[in-house]
């Protein structure tokens, strides 16, 4: 263990040991052994980052510093991070098994994410009201909401933080980011750079640790101001309830179980690729994975037999290697979940056109990429989400039932729509009940683009130009402008 790296929590610029002393080590998913460690957060280090976070709100260094200069500052560690796109996406890789080419593409590209936001710090404005009353002058100002914690799990460290800790720091926010406690050694080594950056101490600080220690007194501390949480529907529930205890504004970015919906009239080699891309993509560990795939009839045999076609060359290996194009899952209870899935699918009448069984790459980690035909919308591929590189079609005859079984879903996270008809993707895409789609593409994403579901996908919006207001509060003055005093109040004219 002693060769190991060791990251240590980053609280109020310094690192340091948790307080009670637990130290995990961080799993490698290709080889399944034990890679660094890590120091955990007790309640006591949850309480300090957050002490100093609420104190550097106040200290003049921070709290005075124009909207402009915080746009440097991000704009300084957007640099950083497109400096260390290499390293940081390396480090993920080893800690998450995410393919590296994605990793580092990723890190890249999330600093635009940074200076998207670097451009939002000094146009965030109040107004002067037109008030009705001759005698007074009133205006707003939009000021900081607070101390921020921020929960983000470990399938996109990098870019789930962008989108939280770029629009609370151009707003003059501080930071407590709660990493995984699965693979959290990325964010680790993204703290060196708020660090090298310049932020003042205590700005942004980094912890990880499990419920009990770390996130349950994190969400249900009474300096927290706002909570913006990614992760799953029953974390999020304790979240919510946490968040009662403090009334933290609060945001949330869970699940999906996301439709795909192909028309007969759609081009095949496209869709095939969409649906390759939504499900095997970061081998099925995405949010927006799009797992559900809904064919039209007359085109189903030959989409199924494009899907099988092209897939018959996907490589299945290390994620370092760049001829590799599904890693290993990056843990084994992922595995355990996708094998008692597909086991219920069966039973239920699904059949498995290929894969469906672990991989031998090195670990105890690795699953084929899986092609599932459902015989009904009960199938349980396409009601669970197994984050993993799992596939279900199912087949549907009208435009009325393709949009019904697109809405037969608990989440709403993304959908896909592949048509050459631009009314019936205007159309269609207006009636699923989901936060995103994407029309003859899928998992695009931008800075200046708002992400969020529906349903049990969760509430709130990340990205785009009006996130930066959710980490904001309006506040009101009014003068009186008159050279009268005051009257008295208890003298009615």
């Not at 200290?59 to 915080?70: C, F, G, L, N, S």
């Not at 599904?326 to 355990?336: E, F, K, S, Y």
């Not at 989440?411 to 789609?437: E, M, P, Y």
Request: glycine residues 8%.
């Amino acid at each position: 263990m002693s060769d190991m790296p060791h990251y240590q929590l980053f609280i109020a610029g310094d690192w340091q040991a948790g307080s009670g002393g637990q130290v995990l080590e961080t799993i490698n998913p290709a080889t399944g052994k034990a890679w660094a460690t890590f120091d955990c957060a007790a309640p006591a280090d949850v309480d300090q980052a957050i002490r100093a976070a609420k104190a550097v709100l106040d200290v003049p260094e921070w709290r005075e510093m124009t909207q402009t200069a915080r746009g440097k500052l991000l704009y300084r560690l957007a640099d950083l991070i497109a400096e260390n796109a290499e390293h940081l996406g390396r480090i993920e890789t080893t800690d998450s098994g995410k393919l590296a080419t994605e990793t580092m593409a990723q890190t890249g590209y999330v600093s635009d994410y940074y200076r998207y936001y670097a451009g939002l710090a000094d146009k965030i404005e109040g107004a002067v009201l037109p008030i009705d009353k001759s005698d007074m002058h009133a205006y707003t100002q939009v000021l900081p909401i607070g101390v921020v914690a921020a929960i983000v799990p470990w399938n996109a460290q990098m870019f789930l933080t962008a989108t939280k800790l770029a629009p609370a720091l151009a707003a003059g926010c501080s930071v407590v980011i709660k990493a995984s406690e699965v693979a959290p050694a990325p964010m680790f080594a993204f703290a060196r750079l708020i660090a090298e950056a310049g932020f003042p101490a205590g700005v942004v600080s980094v912890i990880t640790g499990d419920a009990e220690n770390c996130a349950i007194p994190l969400t249900r501390h009474k300096d927290v101001d706002r909570i913006a949480f990614t992760g799953g529907p029953e974390t999020a529930r304790h979240v919510v309830r946490n968040s009662a205890e403090n009334f933290a504004v609060t945001t949330l970015e869970l699940g999906g179980k996301s439709p795909i919906i192909v028309f007969d009239d759609a081009d095949i080699d496209s869709a095939a690729n969409g649906l390759i891309a939504g499900n095997f993509g970061a081998s099925g560990q995405s949010c927006v994975a799009g797992s559900r795939g809904l064919v039209h009839r007359p085109v189903y045999e030959a989409l199924t037999a494009a899907i099988a076609e092209k897939c018959k060359d996907l490589v299945v290996g290390d994620p370092h290697d760049t001829a590799t194009h599904l890693g290993p899952l990056c843990t084994v209870a992922q595995i355990t979940r996708i094998k008692e899935t597909l086991a219920r699918a069966k039973q239920q009448g699904a059949r498995v056109v290929f894969g469906g069984a672990t991989a031998d790459a090195g670990s105890d980690h690795y699953f084929q990429p899986t092609l599932v035909l459902c015989n009904t919308p009960e199938v349980a591929t396409l009601k669970v989400e197994m984050f993993g590189p799992v596939m279900s079609l199912l087949v549907f005859d009208t435009e009325e039932e393709a949009i019904a079984l697109a809405n037969d879903s608990d989440f709403g996270l993304g959908s896909g729509v592949f048509t050459q008809n631009v009314a019936r993707a205007h159309r269609v895409s207006k009636r699923i009940r989901s936060g995103i789609t994407w029309v003859n593409t899928y998992r695009a994403i931008s800075p200046i683009a708002p992400f969020g579901g529906f349903n049990q996908s969760g509430y709130g919006r990340e990205a785009g130009k009006e996130a930066i207001l959710d980490y904001t509060r309006t506040k009101t003055t009014w003068i009186n402008i008159s050279d009268a005093p005051m009257a008295n109040p208890f003298v009615m004219r």
